[in-house]
């Protein structure tokens, strides 16, 4: 039987009547329209489908909704800030030509934004350790750790 | 050409922000919660081989929420298929590998559909199975998985050939030239030996995904991930349902990668919404996507090699015998496309044989390369077993053989646009050949380096239209029928249709993706689009700006030919100072001008003339392809002999693009081909069982993690720019080339490291530690294992 959930999407309070096994990527995607949450593997390999609970970077397909009852989520959605602008690393994506098919960029904007909240200032090798578990079939990475990079920098100050 | 200014700029893709922002849409993002969508599922075979005694779907039925249960009494009865009729949509007597299709339910809710799966009782006489296609091969092989097959109508292709050595091959492709006999007897050495290449899946992001939508007038409107609005997508469903082109609309989005996968979920979406009148959404899951995509063909090849003391190849000849699986599909174009990449050396006696045959395995198809990074597997290893034995250097030995602009290679055709010997010398030069390595090996850990080159054509008989419409506003829409599948095509054409017509590139808008609204394209294969959709669009912009001069000339007091639109401006040729602004042309209350509102379109179209496919007995013809995109690889890897792990350490590319229309996208390309090109070599295998896909997920699927790539200071990506002739400003396709030469390339270096030689794909742990183990036992012979 559904369950009522409430949870705070994006900054907003929102409510839901869920099923116990439904995940919480899919009540994103189907029950709120948050189409930028993708689902790629459904088994929590990929992380394509990253949003940040409590702040914290997780896969919301391995994770129920009725779970996230009372908690924070944020997606892709809810990255740029209050004034509408970019965050710093979805510029960095676009200038950096981190994105390609886009399927994955979403979940690896999500993960390097809990990255960088916990370190400020990584190494190359801190964020491809960081990150190695978002898949990306298209770019190599190259491109998406050099944003990572230049993003990191330009939220301690250090334009480029 | 110096006076380029967006042709030749890292212009950011026009579609960053929609993806950063998540909010760019994919076809497994329509239709979210939309009420009174179906969801479809398919009921899969759980045999390789086995006769339907019996379907029972009456359980099925009475779920609640059930639309329709479909077997393949519902399906048309004529078999249909890419290049030869052999399959049923849903199984109708026998299913022919575990994944056929044998029920659609359509549901109104998933878990509907799900439950109604598994209720269906289907009734199976399991028969003997081959999986191994040397085996399926053999004129004797018992088990024949098509026994009408010389019944069945072979399409499209003569190239199929008519000699088929047993009942489970269906192509049969040969090319010829000169006489290998008599280029073996004229050999100072010949080298012959077996490799192997893994089923390799395409691991594009997106699951397969269709929505169906029938109109009340009878059209029906079909989304999917699945590349090319007009040939994956419309014309598939027109072929499998029999529908006229009007009755089918095919919608792309953007596509969550490709790389040429086809799992073709639409079908089955199309068939539910067909019977159901309802609109029908289906997702594949990881699992089916695995199974269900047409993955990367395997190979088995038998290479043997003729050269002279000095280097001079003189002989070669090759035997492939591919498992395509239980469908033919599309391989036999790729097995016959496959045979294009040999060309690169000038080998004046060459004999090949290519056989398509039939297996119980998942059918194969179209991968990135599309038939040529599994040759290059045996052809470039073989490169430098031959230059170790004639003591000659493994550079040295390709530039000789290379051959040159305007010389015609063993196909017949001239070659123009060569870039692969800068190619060559560009990755030579980075990774050090010839000089230390950039750290030394240990007792246990061997560092070494190796390198690679190959090339990737594209197709030739296609065709690309394009449309431009020139807004009063200074803005231009451009509209074609390619898709975006990540490779960023969409900024490439903008940026030609920005420098053809003057315009800043952030007043282009790129229309594409529904076969109602976008003019006919080929599609997003074969690394064409740049090529030939940027050549259709480029003719379209001169087309609207010869109206617009031809508009212009009685309010200018000229003659067309005496003006020129540049820029949104209409200058006179002899004095470029004087111009009106085209927007002018719109203005109400000018007669002679264009009425308010109207527009200016121009159109273009591309194709080739005089192509041809080749004659079916020797390969031969004088225009086979469109171009070729040469690439290199040279790697350092460092091989741990105690435990069979390769980690590649740096890895150095250059690709002849012709000309780079955008550096960043093409540089993109490359570091993307490269992962996947250490996916193929080091991980990647769709390992079976009977039949049966093992690792059909992403946890025991190995796809490359950034951890498994060289940092970004040990990794290089050059762009060589031999212009094409035929190119929009020089430009061909590359992104395909980008993984030909990967794994030949990482095979070298393990050699070069541990004197192993890997014949077989993946290069796994397991693999090299029997190899070592075998080249201990051996340790008393002086030789290696050639």
């Known amino acids: ?160 | 050409m110096s006076e380029l200014s967006v042709v030749g700029k890292n212009v950011i893709r026009l579609d960053a922000l929609e993806k950063v922002t998540g909010t760019a849409l994919y076809a497994a993002d329509e239709a979210l919660g939309e009420p009174g969508m179906l969801h479809g599922k398919v009921l899969w075979s759980p045999h390789a081989h086995a006769r339907i005694i019996s379907i029972d779907i009456s359980r099925a039925k009475k779920v609640p929420g059930v639309e329709a249960v479909l077997t393949g009494k519902d399906v048309p009865e004529a078999r249909v298929g890419s290049c030869v009729d052999d399959q049923h949509m849903l199984a109708r007597e026998k299913v022919r590998f575990v994944g056929d299709a044998v029920a659609v339910v359509a549901a109104r809710t998933l878990e509907a559909a799900e439950e109604a799966l598994a209720l269906i009782k289907v009734k199976y006489e399991v028969l003997p199975a081959v999986f191994d296609a040397e085996e399926a091969m053999r004129p004797d092989c018992p088990v024949v998985l098509h026994p009408g097959l010389s019944g069945y109508k072979r399409n499209m292709y003569p190239y199929l050939g008519n000699d088929l050595p047993g009942p489970n091959v269906h192509t049969h492709h040969k090319v010829r030239r000169g006489n290998v006999e008599e280029g073996f007897r004229q050999a100072d050495l010949i080298v012959e030996n077996r490799f192997s290449t893994a089923r390799i899946s395409h691991c594009q992001l997106e699951p397969a995904s269709s929505v169906a939508r029938p109109n009340v007038d009878g059209t029906l409107v079909i989304s999917t991930s699945t590349k090319s609005v007009y040939t994956g997508v419309q014309a598939e469903v027109c072929r499998f349902f029999g529908l006229p082109p009007s009755k089918v609309r095919g919608v792309t989005h953007y596509i969550g990668g490709n790389f040429g996968s086809a799992p073709r979920a639409h079908i089955f979406a199309a068939l539910a919404a067909i019977r159901t009148g309802r609109p029908v959404k289906v997702v594949f899951s990881r699992e089916e996507c695995f199974f269900r995509d047409l993955n990367r063909l395997p190979m088995v090849i038998y290479l043997k090699d003729g050269v002279k003391k000095d280097g001079t190849l003189v002989a070669r000849q090759i035997k492939l015998i591919c498992n395509c699986g239980a469908y033919a599909q599309i391989t036999p174009l790729v097995i016959r496309n496959g045979s294009f990449g040999s060309s690169q050396y000038r080998i004046p006696n060459f004999r090949w044989d290519a056989y398509g045959v039939y297996t119980n395995e998942p059918p194969s198809g179209a991968f990135r390369g599309f038939g040529n990074a599994q040759p290059f597997w045996a052809m470039e290893q073989h490169m430098d077993i031959i230059a170790e034995k004639l003591r000659m250097d493994p550079v040295e030995l390709r530039q000789k053989n290379l051959i040159a602009e305007g010389e015609e290679n063993l196909r017949g055709e001239k070659t123009h646009s060569m870039g692969a010997a800068e190619c060559l010398d560009k990755v030579a030069q980075w990774i050090g050949w010839g000089r230390p390595t950039s750290q030394p090996s240990s007792n246990t850990v061997k560092v070494a380096k190796g390198f690679a080159l190959a090339n990737k054509y594209t197709q030739v008989d296609t065709i690309a239209s394009a449309l431009v419409r020139f807004n009063k506003d200074g803005f231009v829409d451009v509209f074609h029928g390619s898709d975006e599948i990540g490779q960023g095509s969409q900024t490439v054409l903008a940026q030609i249709a920005a420098e053809e017509l003057g315009v800043p590139v952030e007043k282009i808008k790129v229309i594409w993706g529904d076969s109602a609204r976008v003019p006919y394209d080929h599609g997003a294969i074969s690394s064409r689009t740049t090529m030939f959709v940027g050549n259709a669009i480029r003719a379209a912009c001169q087309d609207v700006k010869r109206l617009i001069c031809a508009t212009a000339s009685p309010v200018m007091g000229a003659a067309p030919e005496d003006l020129e639109a540049r820029g949104g401006q209409i200058y006179f040729r002899s004095n470029p100072s004087k111009s009106m602004p085209v927007s002018d042309l719109f203005l109400p209350g000018r007669a002679t001008c264009l009425p308010h509102d109207a527009e200016l379109l121009g159109q273009g179209t591309f194709f080739y003339k005089g192509y041809s496919d080749g004659d079916p007995e020797t390969g031969q013809g004088t225009r086979l392809t469109a171009s070729y995109c040469y690439t290199a690889h040279a790697v350092e890897v460092a091989v741990d002999t105690e435990t069979g792990e390769v980690k590649v350490l740096r890895f150095c590319s250059a690709t002849d693009v012709g000309r780079a229309i955008n550096p960043k996208l093409c540089e993109a390309q490359s570091e993307g081909g490269i992962a996947q090109g250490i996916g193929s070599a080091l991980y990647e295998e769709m390992l079976l069982d009977r039949g049966r896909v093992l690792n059909c997920n992403f946890h025991d699927y190995g796809m490359p993690r950034m951890t498994e790539l060289p940092g970004n200071h040990d990794l290089k990506c050059f762009l060589v720019e031999a212009n094409h002739r035929e190119g929009p400003f020089g430009a061909k396709g590359m992104g395909e080339g980008a993984m030909t030469p990967s794994a030949p390339a990482i095979a070298n270096a393990i050699y070069n490291a541990t004197g192993v030689r890997l014949m077989d794909l993946p290069m796994s742990p397991e693999r090299l530690l029997r190899a070592l183990k075998a080249q201990n036992k051996e340790a008393g012979h002086k030789s290696g294992p050639l």
Request: aromatic letters at 4%.
């Open chain 1, 1 to 160: 039987m559904k369950q009522r959930v409430t949870l705070n999407i994006n900054g907003t309070e929102e409510e839901v009547y869920a099923e116990p096994w439904w995940s919480l990527a899919q009540v994103l995607r189907e029950e709120f329209g948050l189409g930028g949450t993708k689902i790629a593997c459904n088994t929590g390999d990929c992380g394509a489908c990253t949003v940040l609970l409590d702040g914290k970077a997780v896969r919301s397909c391995l994770i129920l909704a009725v779970k996230a009852q009372g908690r924070k989520v944020v997606t892709i959605e809810g990255l740029r800030g209050k004034d509408g602008g970019l965050h710093p690393l979805q510029q960095a994506f676009m200038e950096h030509f981190a994105v390609q098919c886009g399927y994955c960029t979403p979940g690896m904007i999500l993960t390097a934004k809990s990255l960088l909240d916990e370190n400020p200032a990584p190494t190359e090798e801190e964020v491809r350790e960081g990150m190695s578990g978002n898949l990306c079939r298209c770019t190599g990475y190259a491109k998406i750790v050099e944003a990572v990079m230049a993003a990191s920098a330009r939220m301690r100050g250090e334009h480029r």
